[in-house]
């Protein structure tokens, strides 16, 4: 894909963004305050590794996803294929997540 950053990038970023005060926006390459950078390498047949990393001057805390082949995401279209037919209106990830809970 030629798209960076990733939508889940863009979407863990953003969600750092909304819990954390001092932090406004993410940002392509480097920072400025208020700021979180998303660092975006695309390599080939590699379909997703997403790494949230949080580093301070004693220690580092690092969660990663990492997709071994494409079957996960195919299955999450399908399944908001079939959701979406029997909504009206406007709806994003958030509102296919809140109603999957409820299947």
């Known amino acids: 894909k030629k798209d960076a950053p990733s939508g889940t990038a863009i979407t863990l970023a953003q969600g750092i963004v909304n819990e954390v005060e001092k932090l406004t ?9 208020g700021e979180i950078p998303i660092i ?10 997403h790494i949230v990393n949080y ?8 969660i990663k996803h990492e997709a071994f082949s494409r079957q996960g995401f195919v299955n999450g279209a399908v ?4 959701w979406i037919v029997n909504q009206k ?4 990830m958030d509102d296919f997540l809140s109603s999957a809970v409820k299947l």
């Open 89 to 92: 209106g406007m709806r994003s």
């Open 40 to 49: 975006s390498i695309r390599e080939n047949e590699i379909p997703g590794t």
């Open 25 to 33: 926006n993410w940002t392509l390459g480097e920072p400025k305050e």
């Open 55 to 62: 580093r301070s001057d004693v220690d580092q805390i690092e």
């Open 79 to 82: 399944l908001v294929a079939e």
